[in-house]
């Protein structure tokens, strides 16, 4: 519980807090994410291309066979 709470508490002064508040948060939004990773593993991976910050294309990563 320590290192999860230096990890995503915020600090005032010396001390370190991890709220409920923050905690529910931080649940939120890992459900969130979770949901998009068994997308992206339903998929197989997903690659994306990009240069210089600008999208070129992506695909889904098993659909591309290298021979």
């Not at 979770?34 to 994306?48: A, C, I, P, W």
Request: no cysteine.
């Amino acid at each position: 519980m320590i290192e999860t709470v230096v990890e995503w508490g915020f600090s005032r002064g010396d001390k370190i807090t991890l709220d409920v508040k923050s905690v529910r948060t931080i649940l939120n939004e890992m459900d969130e994410l979770r949901k998009v990773l068994l997308k992206v593993s339903d998929k197989g991976g997903v690659t994306v291309v990009m240069s210089d910050d600008l999208l070129i294309t992506t695909y889904n990563t098993d659909s591309y066979k290298s021979y």
